[in-house]
């Protein structure tokens, strides 16, 4: 091995030596090839005049800072620099909070380095001077082993132990050597990080087991002190929660007792706090790991720490599911127990057997074992300890303690209903049935803006309602935000409107704003379009056909009563159109009607590769073709569409009964264009007798169907409702073009707003629609019923399906198996919403509680607003023709 030849002067040389040092040490840490890493270390140790290297802390300071792949040779190279760094009687920068920054940089796949880099810290004392401030460290330790998880192979977790057991000496070591005001500074800092990682719902994967090891620093008689520090703090209760899951997660993996105290710990200061619907929160989450946790009990090790908190988390429930649940699994349990002949065994199935019988005392209508004699237990239950048990406290969800004297009985659908704000039931039952569209619900909840310019202020409010609605505790919600958001301006406040052109008008607005919003983000400013669209819709406006002809109004009715023209059209409704100058383009010639398919067209084009929400769930393509009877010349044009609205045909009598496939088929047949409605042909130039053909040319995902049950009386001049007797399929083929043949779409019904009333001037509307576990529920307003299919389709006239909402076969095929996500997996923004709404409610019941047992009067039902049309039928100015003027109506 060839020496290099130093220059005389010391200094020169020191400074040559320093940097061929450097190199070596960079080479050991950053090269990939092994030969060359030894290399490097074999000219380390035989460099001349090392004995000149008196201070290398520079050059630590930046290797720690620098690239680092070979991070398991960062613990040698610490060791044999240890001797080469001065010791400084006061350190403001000690070299801890460089190996920190490693750390946070570095990623380790192995917990070994972790340790043994800890270990040559605390083997040489210069690392971690008494003097300094070590809490960079701690966190960053803490940090990083929160990022190893349990491995599954037996021979390797006794690996994992010691490698934490190792790491928790560290920091034991490290806080014992500290004075005391730093030593509580440095464990506060540990606990501090713990919390905020385990507290973290959106952190994945789930940290690991080892942090535990952290816990078994603190004191056992601590423990209460630290707890009621952590709540006390400004947590949320879903973050208490996510901390508690993770706990409860690690029991089976974390043998030391000291977790468990922590866990006890916490639930007796939640219980403190009366946050019983946190705890039973935790509970619906221990039914999920309730298999794994009584797996915990087989294990003779883990039996002692675990089985207390079980059997407290088991003598405390009042939830029905959960109860049922842990019946079923205990005879399993206790038949395993069976085969392990040892004191600690029998003590649990003795406890087990006392908690059935607990069981069967408090639940004996609901808990399918009724008693313990229905079990060949090897035991007896201990009564004297059951009736000790009986009389001890149960988690009652605090929400429902005080609704018991200030809300009506709460519905048992689970659901949350919407409150009328003054004749806006069209608004909730469409809101409710776009809640049941599962691709669309979800969508919007995990809708995220990337920045303020690509915010969609619809959407956003429209995610916090839905947020409300699959989570909130409240019977019911205001849905202020929405009515204020998305109402057309020609809707005035208090009066009834139609749900079909509300459902339009959100769905349009909502494309708009979303393609204006990416416009944006993309220097196209397209605000002053979505601004002048929706500034348009007068409720009365005029618009110019033609100079010698006379001008059309625009109201909400399904026919064109331009001067009393009749154009017999299927599909005719003014609703079926956005924007006003469509329709006066397309109504510009009165004897055709070329353009009117009674698609209901998304509201423009796609531009790139940019699909806005609406379309990506609702919308569709078709083709109408025009072929002209005299020329045989064929005109086609394309088009989006988010719903088709079906008429009855003329020739079909109202006792007749029709099928909702029977107007799915008839719409799609070939109509032909003749007499008044005849078509003008641009290659005949004139009027013409012609055909219109429809073809689907792309199926959406969740297809929308309006049932046109109204007309236009020419000679009354009122608008009456139909009597046809519909079919309402659950199941309907759907023909789509393909090449080189049709195919059927079958899809399968989910929801439908249901129109109820006899006259056009009044109504009522709500909704039914049914989970993924075909479970069917009504929505009246505030008040949400469990209902059947059949109660469905029983319905009769005043009481008649007007939007029905179809999911195509396969659409849910990898979202999510339950109807709503875990909150946990929410944008913060929505999970701080909902533990604001819980803690406001709980509140509001508080505060009406009080003010009941004072006025020591009977408890009214108290609503935030005057729902006058909850029920169904009830006496409201929502079905009553009273205060409706006459040129409003439903249709």
Not at 716 to 743: C, E, G, M, W
Request: charged residues 25%; aromatic residues 8%.
């Amino acid at each position: 091995m060839e020496y290099r030849a130093y220059p005389a002067s010391e200094a020169d040389a020191e400074h040559v030596l320093k940097n061929d040092v450097a190199q070596r040490l960079k080479l050991i840490v950053s090269s990939s090839d092994a030969a060359a890493v030894n290399d490097a270390w074999l000219t380390l140790q035989n460099l001349q005049d090392m004995r000149q290297l008196t201070d290398c802390e520079d050059l630590l300071r930046e290797l720690l800072h620098g690239e680092i792949k070979n991070v398991s040779e960062v613990s040698k190279i610490m060791a044999w620099m240890a001797n080469r760094i001065p010791e400084r009687r006061f350190n403001e920068d000690p070299i801890s909070n460089d190996v920190a920054a490693m750390l946070r940089i570095v990623e380790l796949d192995d917990m070994s380095h972790l340790s043994r880099l800890l270990g040559a810290l605390i083997e040489h004392k210069v690392y971690l001077p008494k003097s300094a401030n070590h809490t960079r460290l701690c966190e960053a330790i803490v940090t990083s082993l929160s990022s190893f998880q349990m491995p599954s192979e037996a021979c390797k977790i006794g690996e994992f132990n010691e490698n934490t057991n190792k790491i928790q000496h560290f920091l034991k070591v490290l806080c014992s050597n500290t004075k005391n005001g730093d030593r509580d500074i440095l464990m506060f800092t540990c606990l501090q990080t713990l919390y905020n990682i385990i507290s973290d719902p959106n952190r994945k994967p789930e940290p690991g087991p080892g942090l535990a090891a952290i816990l078994q620093l603190v004191e056992a008689s601590v423990i209460p002190q630290a707890v009621d520090w952590i709540l006390s703090q400004s947590h949320t209760d879903h973050q208490l929660i996510q901390a508690l899951k993770v706990l409860c997660n690690w029991l089976p993996k974390w043998p030391q007792d000291r977790l468990s105290v922590w866990i006890m710990e916490f639930i007796r200061g939640l219980e403190k706090q009366q946050k019983y619907s946190t705890l039973l929160e935790l509970t619906e989450f221990s039914i999920d790991m309730l298999a794994l946790m009584f797996r915990v009990l087989l294990v003779p090790v883990i039996r002692p720490n675990a089985s207390n908190v079980i059997y407290y988390i088991l003598k405390r429930q009042s939830s029905v599911s959960f109860v049922q649940n842990v019946a079923k699994r205990i005879p399993i349990l206790i038949k395993d127990l069976m085969n392990e002949d040892s004191d600690s065994s029998k003590e649990c199935i003795q406890n087990l057997v006392n908690i059935m019988k607990v069981y069967s005392k408090r639940f004996s209508t609901c808990v399918p074992c009724g008693s313990t004699e229905n079990y060949p237990f090897p035991m007896l239950p201990q009564m004297q300890v059951v009736r000790e048990l009986c009389r001890e406290p149960i988690w009652i969800d605090e929400t429902k303690e005080f609704e018991s004297n200030v809300e009506p009985e709460r519905p048992l659908s689970g659901k949350v209903g919407l409150s009328n704000l003054g004749n806006t039931c069209y608004m909730n039952s469409v809101l409710q049935a776009l809640l049941m569209t599962r691709q669309f619900c979800q969508e919007v909840l995990i809708y995220c803006p990337l920045n303020d310019c690509s915010k969609t202020h619809l959407l956003e409010k429209l995610q916090s309602l839905f947020g409300l609605l699959l989570y909130s505790k409240r019977i019911c919600l205001a849905p202020t935000d929405i009515l204020q958001a998305s109402r057309p301006t020609y809707f005035l406040p208090g009066q009834q409107q139609d749900s079909s052109e509300f459902l339009c008008h959100l769905l349009d607005v909502l494309h708009e704003q979303e393609k204006s919003a990416s416009s944006n983000c993309g220097g196209n400013d397209n605000s002053s379009t979505l601004k002048c669209k929706i500034e348009k819709q007068d409720d009365e406006m005029t618009l110019p056909i033609e100079p010698t002809k006379s001008i059309i109004k625009r109201w909400t009715t399904e026919e064109d009563l331009t001067e009393g023209l009749a154009l017999q059209r299927k599909t005719q409704s003014l609703a079926d159109f956005t924007r006003g100058e469509e329709l006066g383009q397309r109504l510009s010639d009165s004897h055709s009607d070329s353009t009117d398919s009674g698609i209901q067209s998304v509201g423009g084009e796609e531009t790139g590769a940019y699909t806005s929400l609406v379309h990506r769930v609702l919308g569709g393509e078709c083709q109408i073709t025009y072929q002209c009877a005299q020329c045989d010349t064929s005109s086609r044009n394309t088009d989006k569409f988010r719903d088709l609205q079906l008429c009855f045909p003329e020739e079909i009598q109202e006792n007749q009964e029709v099928s909702v496939q029977d107007l799915i088929n008839y719409y799609l047949t070939p109509e032909k264009l003749t007499g008044e409605n005849k078509y003008r042909c641009d290659k005949c130039t004139k009027l013409c007798d012609a055909q219109r053909i429809i073809t689907i040319l792309q199926a959406p995902a969740y297809l929308i169907l309006t049932l046109k049950h109204f007309r236009y009386d020419f000679d009354t001049r009122l608008r009456t409702k139909l009597r046809h007797k519909v079919t309402y399929n659950d199941t309907i083929q759907l023909p789509v073009s393909a090449v080189p043949f049709t195919v059927a779409e079958t899809y399968h019904l989910y929801a439908a707003v249901v129109h109820s009333g006899y006259s056009m001037d009044y109504g009522h509307y709500f909704t039914y629609a049914c989970d993924s576990k075909q479970n069917w529920y009504k929505f009246n307003d505030s008040f949400v019923t469990q209902t059947t299919f059949e109660d469905f389709k029983s319905l009769k006239p005043p009481d008649t399906p007007y939007i029905l909402f179809y999911e195509k076969s396969g659409a849910h095929d990898g979202m999510l198996e339950d109807d709503k996500p875990e909150l946990s997996t929410l944008s913060k923004r929505i999970q701080d919403l909902v533990a604001n709404d819980t803690t406001d409610y709980i509140e509001e019941l508080r505060r009406r509680a009080i003010t009941s047992q004072r006025s020591q009067l009977a408890a009214k039902p108290l609503r935030q607003y005057n729902n006058s049309d909850d029920d169904n039928p009830p006496p409201s100015s929502c079905r009553g023709a009273i205060d409706v003027p006459a040129n409003r109506f439903l249709y």
